[in-house]
């Protein structure tokens, strides 16, 4: 299925996709047997999170992803299921698995993330390739997640310069150095958290005022035209050469924390992709985020939920 003609079109570039296991117990004890529940598997992977997050929203993208091995067919599969445009690149590696634990005692959850199987050369340079010959271009790529190992960190800066020859607006979140190394190339929107940006600025940020001087700097040096720094419950700060505002995120129960981050992408590249103004689509960002924490384990956000929060912060949804 094609995106409407009407629609900007929206690519998403995963480097390390995984399979999500999700079980949980009652209580995490060390070097004793734990007797899990019957695990549930499903995609997961940034770039994949946000196109997963862009169908339950209504839209649609293209998923481009590296894959291998038995993980890689079972996220192929899962990715038919859900009815995703996907382009896999077949490597040698396996595809990683990851592990999330719900303990039942203290309503914590516990994250295993693999590292990843290593990329070839070979392998990494066809996930550009393939963004590079994506027909028609698409009008915005999400650049999402780590990388794994064999990938070089600069990678997001290198699809930058994929996407502004093919005149594509990026769109990236990620972190630690491959985050400090792609705001060198001046892309369109980052998406850091106050941790990531304070490590992208070299210092911890304590305050609003502090996260105003730094995200501002970034936005005035050229590093990117937005930067959306998302604030967990306390919603996402918008900054662009407009200045900035704080956009608060509804109050909602908190089931799970996980996915919260890519569904906000989701809501803010579909919403850029409608044309939408950014104030608008970081607000149905910050909308789709808190829908995903009202959803157990690795669930994203589910539509009615957005589209109900968007409404209570004050704008109506078309």
């Known amino acids: ?56 929203l209504g839209g649609s993208s293209m998923a481009i992803y590296p894959v291998g091995g038995f993980y890689g067919k079972m996220l192929e599969s899962f990715l038919d ?19 999330i634990v719900y303990e039942g005692v203290s309503g914590r959850q516990f994250r295993f993330d693999a590292p990843g199987p290593t990329l070839h050369e070979s392998e990494w340079k066809r996930c550009l390739k393939e963004v590079s010959q994506l ?34 607006k990026l769109i990236v979140d990620t972190s630690g150095e491959p985050l400090r190394l792609v705001s060198r190339a001046g892309v369109y929107l980052l998406k850091p958290n106050v941790r990531e940006l304070g490590d992208l600025v070299g210092k911890p940020l304590r305050d609003e005022s502090q996260l105003e001087e730094s995200a501002m700097a970034i936005v005035e040096g050229g590093y990117a035209d937005i930067v959306v720094c998302s604030l967990g419950v306390g919603g996402a700060l918008l900054f662009s050469e407009d200045g900035y505002e704080h956009i608060r995120s509804p109050t909602v129960p908190i089931k799970s924390k996980v996915g919260a981050g890519d569904s906000m992408v989701a809501g803010i590249a579909l919403f850029l992709a409608q044309g939408k103004p950014i104030r608008d689509a970081v607000r149905f960002g910050v909308a789709a985020g808190g829908a995903a924490v009202m959803t157990p384990g690795t669930e994203l956000c589910r539509r009615e939920d957005t589209e109900r929060l968007y409404n209570l912060m004050g704008s109506e949804f078309r």
């Open 1 to 56: 299925m094609r995106p409407s003609d009407k629609l900007g079109r929206i690519a998403t570039l995963t480097m390390n996709p995984a399979i999500d296991a999700n079980t949980s117990v009652d209580q995490v004890v060390a070097e004793r047997k734990l007797r899990c529940r019957c695990p549930s598997h499903e995609p997961g992977g940034g770039g994949i999170n946000v196109s997963r997050a862009i169908k339950r």
């Open 81 to 99: 299921r859900e009815g995703l445009d996907h382009r896999p690149i077949t490597i040698e590696g396996i595809t990683r698995e990851n592990f």
């Open 135 to 168: 027909d028609p271009a698409p009008d915005y790529v999400v650049a999402s997640g780590s990388l794994p190992p064999g990938v070089p960190r600069d990678f997001y800066l290198r699809v930058a310069r994929v996407t502004g020859e093919i005149g594509a």
